[in-house]
C-alpha cells in the first residue's frame, strides 16, 4: 500500500469500512503494524474468521455514520465517531469504500417510517465524515466511490446519481472505474458504473 510505505512509525493501523476484505490487504497490514484495527457496524463471518488468523488483528463494532443513537433518541446528530482513534499511537487509518455507504441507512430509516427527510441529512454525514478523517493525528487514506452511472450498450448514460450528496471532493490521486453490474445483471441493455477516486494522503 503506496500509503503505509513511507510512514516512520507503524504502530496501528486502523481500517474504516473493513467489511468483507474484499478490497483491505489484511495479510499485507498485520505484517507490517505491530496491530490492525478492523472498524465496521458489521463484520460477517468471512471477514472474522481471516482476522483471527492474525494475532495482532482485533474488531471493533462503530456506527461510523455517527446516527444511530441519535436516531435512537440517545445521542446528538454531530456525534463524531472518529475522534476515539484519535490516539497518539495510531500511524495510519484507511476509509475503505466507506463515505458513500454512510448515508443509506440513517436515509432508509425515515423513509421507510413515512417521515420527513431532515434537510440535507446525507451531505451532513459525508461532510462529517471528511472533517473526521482532516481531524485525525494519524496518516489518512481515503477511498471513496463518488458517482454512479447507468449506461446502455451504446455508452450513454441513461441515469446519474452522485453518491456524496453535493459533497465536492478536491482533485484525487487515483481514480478509475468500477463495474458493479455488467450488462445482464440489472437489465439487458444496462449496467451499473461507479467512479471511484484514492486519496493517499487525505489531510495533506
Known amino acids: 500500500m503506496q ?38 457496524m458489521i463484520h460477517p463471518w468471512p471477514a472474522r474468521w481471516m482476522a483471527r488468523r492474525h494475532a495482532n488483528v482485533s474488531l471493533q463494532i462503530v456506527d461510523l455514520s455517527g446516527c444511530a443513537n441519535w436516531l435512537r433518541g440517545e445521542g446528538e446528530r454531530h456525534a463524531d465517531p472518529l475522534a476515539v482513534f484519535n490516539s497518539d499511537d495510531v500511524d495510519l487509518v484507511v476509509s475503505a469504500n466507506l463515505l458513500s455507504q454512510l448515508p443509506i441507512l440513517p436515509v432508509d430509516w425515515f423513509e421507510s417510517r413515512g417521515i420527513p427527510l431532515p434537510h440535507g441529512l446525507g ?60 450488462f445482464g445483471e440489472i437489465g439487458r441493455r444496462r449496467r451499473q458504473r461507479h467512479h471511484v477516486r484514492a486519496y493517499c494522503d487525505w489531510r495533506g
Open 3 to 40: 500509503s503505509c510505505a513511507d510512514l516512520v512509525r507503524r504502530r496501528t493501523a486502523v481500517i474504516l469500512g473493513s467489511g468483507l476484505l474484499d478490497d483491505v490487504p489484511l495479510s499485507y497490514l498485520a505484517e507490517r503494524f505491530e496491530r490492525v484495527i478492523l472498524v465496521d
Open 123 to 182: 451531505a451532513e454525514i459525508v461532510a462529517m465524515h471528511l472533517r473526521g478523517l482532516a481531524g485525525l493525528r494519524a496518516h489518512v487514506c481515503l477511498i471513496t466511490d463518488t458517482e454512479e452511472l447507468t449506461e446502455d450498450r451504446d455508452g450513454r448514460v441513461i441515469e446519474r446519481f452522485d453518491l456524496l450528496h453535493g459533497v465536492a471532493l478536491p482533485p484525487s490521486d487515483h481514480s478509475w472505474i468500477w463495474e458493479i453490474a455488467p
